[in-house]
C-alpha cells in the first residue's frame, strides 16, 4: 500500500537520492539540502513523499509565492510507475495549494522530456507557447 505524507527535512537525502536517478530531473545549486529545507519550511506541507514499505518511491516539491503554486521536480521511482502514484501526488499538492488560495500553478518541463510532458498532458496539464522563461543567478554560481 503507498502511503502519502508530507515532506520533511529527514525525507531530504532519500529525495534526492530518487531525484538523480530519474531520468528528466535536473539538480542544481538550489537543490542543496540546506536550501531544500529552508524551501520546505517556507511552504510547510505542500511538498509531499509516497513510501511502499518504508522506501520512497515518489516526491515532489510544490510551493507558492502568495499568488501561483509551483511544482519541482516529481518523479516516481520506475519501479513504480504507471500506478498513479505521480498523478495521486500532484492531486494532494493541488489541494494544498487550494487550500492557500492558489487558483493557478506552474511547472517546467525540459524541452526534450518527451515522457514527462506526456505524463503531464495525460493529467491535465496544457503547455504554454505564449512565454518565455528567463533566469538570472543572483550569487554569480552559474549552477544556482
Known sequence: MTRYAPMTADDIPEALALWSASEGVGLRGADEPGELARYLARNPGLSIVAREDGRMVGA???????????????????????????????????????????AKCHLMVYHHNQAGQAFWRRIGWHARDDLLIMSRNLTGDSNA
Open 60 to 102: 515532489v516539491l510544490c510551493g507558492h509565492d502568495g499568488r501561483r503554486g509551483y511544482l519541482h521536480h516529481l518523479a516516481v521511482a520506475a519501479s513504480h510507475r504507471r500506478r498513479g502514484i505521480g498523478a495521486a501526488l500532484v492531486e494532494r499538492c493541488l489541494a494544498g495549494l487550494r487550500g492557500d488560495g492558489i
